[in-house]
């Protein structure tokens, strides 16, 4: 399949090893901020979403923490799968706004 | 399914071409957003419906393209006169006013 991204900063884990992505954000006016992965050929898919009122979200196996102080978002996975490769990236809406803006993506690659 | 869809996956078309790009968004969604990806890069806004209307345009947004959202359903993209930079992935997401936020798979358009 087609790559989603051919120079992007790569995270390689052991399969079965938690997984941290940090995403920075630049717009203090952001008030919602969702975690996509994304697959080779496919579209972004959701994983997880927070709402600038929290500081933590948990989901299924994936937790995300915002820190609202340094503009700085970050997705925890834990017990990464092999089916966790990919490319993750963090999206921003600013208050008020109906647009995602994403952030440059970075690739996971876990291993067996 | 009822996620969002695309049609065609896959263009290829000669330069100077005209082409047409469909998206079916989640049945219950109001909000349609166009998106354009490149290799490397995430993928970055082009325009945005409410219903039918268009509310939002992007700069990338040229004079050579155009959507419409004519029943506040589906929508169309249009290219025209085709240049080798639109070669891209084309996403359509849909969203429930301010939720929800899910991407169809991509029209891969290739210009030759």
């Known amino acids: 399949g087609e790559s989603v991204g051919l120079h992007l900063p790569t995270l390689s884990v052991q399969e079965g090893d938690n997984s941290i992505i940090n995403c920075a954000y630049s717009?203090?006016?952001?008030?919602?901020f969702i975690w996509y992965k994304q697959e080779s050929g496919k579209g972004p898919q959701f994983i997880i979403d927070?709402?600038?009122?929290?500081d933590k979200r948990q989901g299924q196996r994936v937790t995300v923490l915002l820190n609202k102080t340094v503009k700085h978002l970050s997705l925890q996975i834990a017990a990464t799968q092999p089916g966790d490769s990919a490319v993750y990236f963090c999206a921003e809406k600013q208050e008020g706004g109906n647009k995602l803006t994403f952030g440059g993506g970075t690739r996971v690659l876990v291993k067996p | 399914d009822t996620g969002v869809s695309q049609d065609p996956r896959h263009k290829i078309t000669k330069r100077g071409q005209n082409v047409t790009f469909r998206c079916d968004p989640i049945?219950?969604?109001?909000?349609l957003y166009w998106y354009r990806q490149t290799l490397g890069q995430g993928p970055e806004f082009l325009t945005y419906?409410?219903?039918?209307?268009?509310?939002?345009k992007s700069r990338l947004l040229s004079d050579r393209f155009s959507a419409e959202r004519p029943k506040g359903s589906f929508s169309t993209l249009e290219i025209q006169r085709t240049e080798q930079g639109d070669s891209a992935m084309y996403l359509c997401a849909s969203s429930l006013d301010d939720n929800g936020y899910t991407f169809g798979s991509g029209t891969r358009l290739t210009v030759v």
């Open positions: 927070i709402r600038s009122n929290m």
């Open positions: 717009n203090s006016a952001s008030d919602y």
């Open positions: 419906f409410q219903n039918e209307a268009q509310l939002e």
């Open positions: 049945s219950e969604h109001n909000r």
